[in-house]
């Protein structure tokens, strides 16, 4: 079982006139509202891969759930916000009995899912999940829970979809990618929660602000 960082290993950020934490395992947390938001799990990517006849490894859906397990043992939320695209496809629906089982564990918490491009492809999770399924934009709050980045006339949008990956630089011609979260002054984009998803390389801009993910921290990248 891996071992979870401390708290102090999250970044907060204040966004909305509220303090939200961008945590390493690639959620947002909101404490005053005790909610916990996650985008892009792409829950049963890799079994879809597998019946295209690609040779790709499988317990991907298990890393996903296991890794909520922690998060929802530390934090506590009363709900959890998924920002779009929670199963990939609609052959990854052979990965419903594990997820039906893991939702019952965590029966008392509400679950809401925003719905993404792909949940569209694979069609809402099944009633038994007991996963409210809205269309975007959903206000919580000061809120608006999106999938696509997009702009609001009157709440801070919290979004998905991107995959956002940034790249740092060392010596000489060394450089590393990083999955990050994303935050400019009316919104913010954050890193897939999928173990099996790619990443996108967002161009630098001046009002936009980098927060990378690596190991056990979250930090903010220097201002461009």
Sequence with gaps: MPVLAPESSACPQAW??????????????????HTLFVADLHLGKAATYRTLGQPVPG???????????HLIARHAPRRIVFLGDFLHAAQARTVLGAVEAWRAGHAAIAMTLVRGNHDSRAGDPPDAL??????????????????????HPTHFVLAGHLHPVCKLHGRGRD??????????????ILPAFGEFTGGWLMEALPHRRFHGVGGNSVWTLPAL
């Design 59 to 69: 317990g991907t859906t298990r890393q996903n759930l296991a890794r909520l397990d």
């Design 130 to 151: 007991h996963i409210d399924r809205v269309d975007e934009p959903w206000l919580l709050g000061p809120f608006a829970c999106c999938h696509h980045p997009q702009s």
């Design 16 to 33: 909305a006139g509220e303090t939200l934490h961008l945590l390493p395992e690639r959620a947002l947390w909101w404490p005053a509202g």
């Design 175 to 188: 450089s590393l990618r990083l999955p990050c979260f994303v935050s400019e002054p009316d919104r913010a």
